[in-house]
């Protein structure tokens, strides 16, 4: 079954200590992965590609194929980074359709 | 550029009635998608099209209609309301070419809805 689990619900760390936003994911063919994120009240925003390699707002992720894995992680937490956050998946490129995971609420505290 | 614009922000519906959410898109998107977002249960697909005249149903279709005759709108019609359809609705739209399912969504500010 094609799925993305997301196991923490909530996450608090305090300014300045690492984050890891988990995300696990099971998916029979080669998936793209993402990360959005949702401040309070707003919109949901594309944070990060995995085909992209790239670092948002200190924010970075790798695909690990092997544990079906693609964890957030920031080295240096701000209290701006408070947020939920959500990993998604989709087919790649031809499939429309993106699976989400029920999403992390970090709480960051001063 | 306005991206994806939905209305109402908020509405308040008593049990039974219709109403209909309004999305609409000016980057050009084929695929277009209505989630609902509910606690603990994160985002799930209801209905979604992609392109217009072409429409199929998501995870949680049930009281839900929609409709493409254009390709910049995507409405979702509540038939009548319950309860159960409290939640926060969002629209979304994606990249038609290229990248297809790479660039990932954008999204729609949200529709708060109540039904009492």
């Known amino acids: 079954a094609q799925r993305v689990t997301q196991p923490e619900k909530l996450l608090s760390v305090f300014k300045g200590a690492p984050v890891e936003l988990k995300c696990n994911y099971s998916?029979?063919?080669?998936?793209?992965l993402f990360w959005y994120v949702q401040y309070s009240r707003q919109r949901l925003q594309l944070l990060l590609r995995?085909?992209s390699r790239e670092s948002i707002k200190g924010f970075t992720a790798d695909l690990n194929k092997g544990e079906t894995s693609f964890h957030l992680k920031k080295p240096f937490a701000q209290e701006e980074d408070s947020a939920m956050y959500y990993c998604a998946l989709s087919g790649g490129s031809g499939t429309y359709k993106y699976i989400f995971g029920t999403g992390t609420r970090l709480k960051v505290l001063a | 550029n306005a991206g994806v614009t939905q209305t109402p922000k908020f509405q308040v519906l008593k049990t039974g009635q219709s109403m209909t959410l309004q999305c609409a898109q000016d980057m050009n998107h084929e695929y277009m998608s209505w989630y609902r977002q509910d606690p603990g249960m994160g985002l799930r697909l209801i209905h979604y099209?992609?392109?217009?005249?072409?429409?199929d149903q998501g995870e949680v279709p049930n009281g839900y209609n929609v409709s493409r005759s254009t390709t910049e709108d995507f409405p979702l019609r509540l038939l009548s309301a319950a309860p159960s359809q409290t939640s926060v609705y969002f629209c979304?739209?994606?990249?038609?070419?290229?990248?297809?399912?790479?660039?990932?969504?954008?999204f729609g500010s949200g529709t708060r809805l109540t039904v009492v």
């Open positions: 998916y029979s063919g080669s998936p793209e």
């Open positions: 099209s992609v392109g217009a005249g072409i429409t």
């Open positions: 979304a739209s994606s990249s038609p070419r290229g990248d297809r399912g790479r660039d990932g969504y954008t």
């Open positions: 995995h085909i």
